[in-house]
Each structure stands twice: as C-alpha cells, then as structure tokens.
C-alpha cells in the first residue's frame, strides 16, 4: 500500500472512470473487485500469459496478474506459429487468460486457459509484492535468431510512469485516448499502466482510427498517444478535414515514440493544429528515457531530454564518453538507472552482451545539442527493420524464408516507406529453375511470423554478395535487371 504500490489506485478505489473499450468501461471501484478476485485464482502460478487483446479482459487480466505479483507475458495475438511455439516454450506459462468467446491457436492449447470474468464477486487485495520482483516479460526482436523476453520488475514501471508523468504535467486529471496493441510497452506500460497508476481514465480506440482519434479529442479525452505511422495518417486527414484538426488542436499533448517523428510530419501538424507533438524515446529493456517536456522547447527531430530518474551517455565505437553537445557528434546511447530491465529470460548470454557495468547498450545512435536535446539517427545496425512503431529483425525473415524449398539464399533489409517508416524487403536467391513468387514467400513468412514481418518486395538474385567471412553485405545488394522484382 501507500507510495509503494504499483497501482495505489487500487488500494483506494473511487467511482471515477478507469479503463473504457467503447461502449465497455470499468471504474477503479470495479476494476479493483474484478482483479481482486481473479488474481486469487492466480496466486499459485508462477507465470501467466495474456491472449492481448485489444479489450477490457486483456487490461484487467494484466491488472490481476499484476496484484497477484504474477510475473505477466502478454501475447500478440496475431503472431504466427513459429513465434507462438517459440513464447510458449519460453515463457512456459501455467495459465493463459483470455476473453471468453476466444479460439486459441495450436501451440497455446495445451495450456491451462482460465477466462476473464468481468462479474466476479468481491475478494482481497493480495499483499503487495516487492518493487524488485518481475512484473511483465515482453517479447522483443533482436538482429539475430527468435524474440527475447524482456523481464521487467515492478519497480522499472513505477519510475517510468513518474518520471514521464513529471515530465507531461500527467495526471489524474488526464484521459488518454490511444489505440495501440496491449502487448508492447508503449501501449501497455505507458498506455494501460501509466492512467491506471495516476488515477486517470484510459479511452482505447479497439484499433486505431483517425475517426476514433477526432471523436475523443472533440470530448473529454486531453492526450494522445501514438506510433509516426498514426501521426502520418493524422497530419493528412487533419489537412482534409477541419474537424480533425480542430479536435487535434484541443489536446493538451500530443505524444509521438517507438520510431522518429519525421520532421514534415510535425510541421504538417504544427500548420493544421497548432499543436506541436511531443516526442519520447525509450526501448522495451530501459522504458522510456528521454521526453521532451510539456513545458520545455518543442524542437521537431529531437526526443528531448533524459528523464530526472535516467543516467544516460553518448559512447564513441571505442566506449569512451562523448561529452561534446554540439548536435553534431554522434555516439551510442548507453542508459543506467531504475527503469532498466532485470534481464532476458533464460538469455544471461544476451543480458551480458547487452550491459556493462550497469549500463544498458541500446543500439540507438544519436547527438545531442546544447540544450541536452537528444537527436535520434539510427541503429547502429541495419538488421533491424523499424516499421509501423514494431522493431523486426532481419535475421528472423532470412530464417523463415530459408524453410521455403524454393528458397536457397536470402537477406532482408528495410526501405523507406511513408507510411510505415520503413518496409520489410527480401533478396533471395531461388534453388530451382522456378522461384517462388513474391506473393507466395510472403504468405509462407506470415504463416510462421506476424503478418506484419511479411516481406513487402521480393528481389531475385543469381547469388548475395558476401565478404570472405560468408557475412552478406547487404550495403551492396542491388537489384539484378534480368531476374527482376516483384
Ligand atoms: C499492420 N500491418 C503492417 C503493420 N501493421 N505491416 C507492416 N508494418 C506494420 N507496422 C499490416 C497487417 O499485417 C495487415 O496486412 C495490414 O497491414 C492491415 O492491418 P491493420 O491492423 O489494419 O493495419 P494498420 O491499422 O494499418 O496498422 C498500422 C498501425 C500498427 C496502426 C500503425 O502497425 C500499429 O498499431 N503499430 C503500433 C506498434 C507499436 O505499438 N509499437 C510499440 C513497440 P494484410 O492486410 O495484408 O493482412 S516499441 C515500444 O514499445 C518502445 C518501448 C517504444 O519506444 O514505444
Ligand atoms: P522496442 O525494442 O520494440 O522497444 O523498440 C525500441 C526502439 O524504437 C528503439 O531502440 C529505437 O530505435 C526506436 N524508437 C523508440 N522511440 C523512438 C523515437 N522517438 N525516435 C526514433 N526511434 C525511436
């Protein structure tokens, strides 16, 4: 209880609105009866999964596992066979919640499967479990081989939630419309938890739509979250619709992360709504760590600060501390502090690589101007693909492609794609006289991967260039006039 509970809402439930899906919506007062009672039925599991959905039993079935001081793998229920076999084996939960009404696929059938009941009667709040215990583990991709879960302790989502809601003037006061997937950290961490923590009013869209977005903002709602793609559709419609951009004109923020805010986007919307949005960077294993300020200068192309709770260094390749502040010199962002991750599951190997001396390697490369303002400039590698706000490894799609028998070789990268950001493209080299078509290795990827990991162009290759090592370089793929694209 008291400052130390992750959600003190919940200790001390009011009438006030908490979580809204439409027509569907819970106050803390019911949230707190409904969680109660279900994470009694979690107290002997050692860890559960979450069908996430994009619904009210998803938001509650968190909240449970939560109180119940379940360690919570929230599921994206749109992956593909590969990915589920690889979490549930992973994650080796002991229960998956879901909404009632819900068919699970295959690889997650075997699991004990308890339905989240939005009627159950009364019970008590189990005791509050320690800041350092795990809260969630959430799956993310790398360069190289399957998603890794991410292990979150309570304690990371706490800061988190303060430190962003320090920088945003966030309150109770506050409703948040988004309509981001539950089972990332923007969407649940900052999107579900973030309200839940300081006692405000969540509005989710079911999925997202510029329409649902207009609707909110023109009522109670005061902030927006969303991924560049969302920002993308938003600046155009609020140039074709002046009720658009009258009800983005009316948020109190606007907040934009998970991939870089273009630069005309912003501007786009600056002219349409006088709003400037905000933007924030952060990653699954380190939170959120930087945010421009409610109150602070709105430069387009910066991420801001880091947040007051976050240690944060720009590295050169040798590790040594970048101290310049000249918006010119570019280094690899290295983060410290409480809102870091306790590590991969069963990946201690991962973990190692990933920190030193308590510092968390993000991969990110950026400057920073005088002003402490973070500017985002990439990846220090090019295997990771950064599309529609979702991280994809290349290194996951060359393997699936691989599985194809028609496949012999294959490399994939990202290219520019207004909409999304970047869009998933192979190179491969066929084992016959007959490649396969563009449209069938896109099916054959999305069977065993998210259907968003689907390659978007298919260029045919007599062979990849590779160095002496066999290491595709993928800086000079090219595509071959005579076998073509499709
Ligand atoms: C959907 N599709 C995509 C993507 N999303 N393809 C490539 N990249 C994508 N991101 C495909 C679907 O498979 C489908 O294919 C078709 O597009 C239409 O599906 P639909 O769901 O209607 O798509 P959409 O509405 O256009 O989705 C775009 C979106 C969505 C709303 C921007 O991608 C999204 O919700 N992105 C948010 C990602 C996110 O929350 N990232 C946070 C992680 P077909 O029709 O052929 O079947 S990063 C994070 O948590 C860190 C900490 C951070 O900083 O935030
Ligand atoms: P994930 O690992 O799925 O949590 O995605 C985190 C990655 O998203 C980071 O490593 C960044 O590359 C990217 N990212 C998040 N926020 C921003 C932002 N505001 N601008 C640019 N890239 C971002």
């Not at 007599?462 to 000079?476: F, I, Q, T, Y």
Request: net charge negative; charged share 20%.
């Amino acid at each position: 209880m008291g400052t130390l509970a992750l959600l003190p809402t919940l200790h001390q439930p009011t009438d006030a609105e908490a979580v809204r899906f439409g027509q569907r919506c819970v106050t803390y007062r019911e949230l707190r009866v409904v969680t109660a009672a279900l994470a009694r039925q979690l107290s002997d599991a050692r860890r559960v999964a979450i069908w996430a959905q994009p619904k009210l039993e998803t938001c509650v079935a968190i909240v449970a596992a939560l109180a119940a001081g379940v360690p919570a793998v929230p599921i994206n229920p749109r992956l593909g066979t590969r990915e589920l076999q690889h979490v549930a084996f992973d994650a080796a939960p002991d229960l998956i919640l879901t909404a009632p009404d819900v068919t699970l696929p295959e690889p997650l059938r075997a699991l004990t499967r308890l339905d989240v009941d939005l009627d159950a009667a009364s019970a008590p709040m189990p005791p509050e479990p320690d800041p350092e215990s795990p809260a969630l583990i959430v799956y993310t991709s790398g360069t190289t081989g399957p998603p890794k879960g991410v292990v979150l302790p309570r304690r990371a989502l706490a800061a988190d939630i303060d430190a962003l809601a320090e920088a945003w003037a966030w309150t109770a006061q506050d409703v948040l419309v988004h309509g981001l997937p539950l089972f990332h950290v923007h969407g649940l961490v900052l999107g579900v938890l973030g309200p839940l923590r300081l006692g405000g009013a969540l509005h989710h869209l079911g999925s997202f739509s510029v329409d649902g977005v207009a609707r909110e903002l023109g009522g109670s709602a005061t902030m927006l979250f969303g991924v560049p793609t969302m920002y993308h559709r938003l600046a155009a419609a609020a140039e074709r619709d002046p009720q658009v951009a009258a009800a983005l004109g009316r948020a109190r923020l606007l907040i934009s992360g998970s991939a870089a805010l273009s630069v005309a986007d912003h501007h786009r919307i600056a002219a349409t709504t006088g709003q400037h949005v905000v933007q924030r960077y952060g990653m699954t294993e380190s939170l959120i760590t930087c945010a421009v300020r409610a109150e602070g200068p709105r430069r387009p192309g910066t991420v801001g600060p880091p947040l007051d709770v976050v240690a944060l260094r720009l590295v050169d390749e040798n590790g040594e501390i970048l101290e310049a502040s000249d918006d010119n010199t570019v280094g690899e962002i290295e983060v410290a502090g409480p809102t870091l991750f306790l590590g991969y599951l069963n990946r201690p190997d991962a973990t190692a690589e990933a920190m030193h001396d308590g510092w968390f390697r993000t991969g990110d490369v950026a400057t920073r101007g005088a002003d402490g303002h973070l500017r985002l400039i990439g990846r220090r590698t090019t295997d990771l693909i950064s599309s529609g706000g979702y991280k994809i490894g290349a290194g996951e799609i060359e393997s699936a492609l691989l599985e194809h028998p028609g496949i012999a070789d294959a490399a994939v990268t990202g290219e520019p794609d207004p909409d999304l950001g970047e869009r998933v493209v192979a190179w491969v080299v066929a084992a016959g006289d007959s490649p396969p078509a563009a449209k069938e290795l896109a099916d054959h990827v999305g069977g065993l991967l998210a259907a968003h990991k689907r390659p978007r162009v298919v260029h045919y290759l007599a062979a990849l260039p590779r160095n002496d090592l066999g290491k595709v370089l993928k800086a000079e793929l090219r595509p071959d006039p005579d076998r073509g694209l499709q």
